[in-house]
């Protein structure tokens, strides 16, 4: 039982390519999130889910696309990768309290 | 809109000291509250909950209790080890899940 799956680990991206952070959950649960952490700022919700095909913004949302066409998948979309988006970025799964993955650590350079 | 109020770190004991970490929170409703705990290089795991005033979450030997009066929701421990040493995040829940967290407190234990 894998619970929340990120791929990739790392990744540096140059400013203005785009990339897709993935996230996969084999619990079957509805809700799903991604945030992003920032030294001494705690998380912050860029979007949600509550299932497939309804998605909705979060705290900070620009410069980020996602889409949720099943149950198990939730991918991030970078557009246009500036160097504010830096971050640990963390997908999550909610019932009666959220499961994260192990993160994704971007850095743009 | 909801908040959530940590006290500042870090927060640096000895081996077997007592621990408080302080929680506030401001929300409309009865949102649950939560800690989360998160180990150097990881994502943040949950430690205990609580849904409904006077509660107490428990977990590997820390507890927090929902106080509706005071609107906090403290974390305990009596007794720190070098493995508690992580940093912990207070939350509490929204609708559909969406939580607002706390900034997050580093612990810090010496042996």
């Known amino acids: 039982n894998a619970g929340v799956t990120q791929t990739p680990k790392f990744q540096v991206l140059k400013t203005g390519q785009s990339m897709t952070l993935q996230c996969a959950q084999d619990?079957?649960?509805?809700?799903m999130s991604w945030y992003r952490q920032d030294p001494g700022m705690g998380l912050r919700l860029i979007h949600y889910?509550?299932?497939?095909?309804?998605?909705d913004q979060g705290e900070v949302p620009n410069g980020y696309n996602v889409s949720r066409s099943t149950t198990e998948d939730f991918p991030l979309r970078l557009l246009s990768a500036a160097p504010s988006q830096t971050s640990v970025y963390f997908c999550?799964?909610?019932?009666?309290?959220?499961?994260f993955g192990s993160g994704t650590r971007l850095t743009v350079v | 809109g909801d908040s959530v109020t940590q006290m500042e770190g870090p927060v640096t004991l000895s081996e077997e000291a007592c621990l408080t970490i302080?929680?506030?929170?401001?929300?409309?409703?009865?949102?649950?509250l939560f800690w989360y705990v998160q180990y150097p290089g990881e994502g943040l795991q949950l430690l205990l909950k609580?849904?409904?005033?006077?509660d107490k979450g428990s977990n590997k030997g820390f507890e927090a209790t929902y106080r509706k009066e005071t609107t906090s929701f403290h974390l305990e421990k009596g007794s720190v080890q070098v493995s508690d040493s992580a940093v912990y995040f207070c939350?509490?829940?929204?609708?559909?899940?969406?939580?607002?967290f706390g900034d997050g407190t580093t612990l810090t234990v010496k042996p």
């Open positions: 999550a799964t909610y019932r009666g309290g959220y499961t």
């Open positions: 619990m079957n649960h509805k809700y």
């Open positions: 889910s509550v299932g497939a095909g309804i998605t």
């Open positions: 302080n929680c506030t929170y401001t929300a409309t409703g009865y949102p649950s």
């Open positions: 609580a849904t409904k005033a006077d």
């Open positions: 939350a509490l829940s929204g609708e559909a899940g969406k939580s607002t």
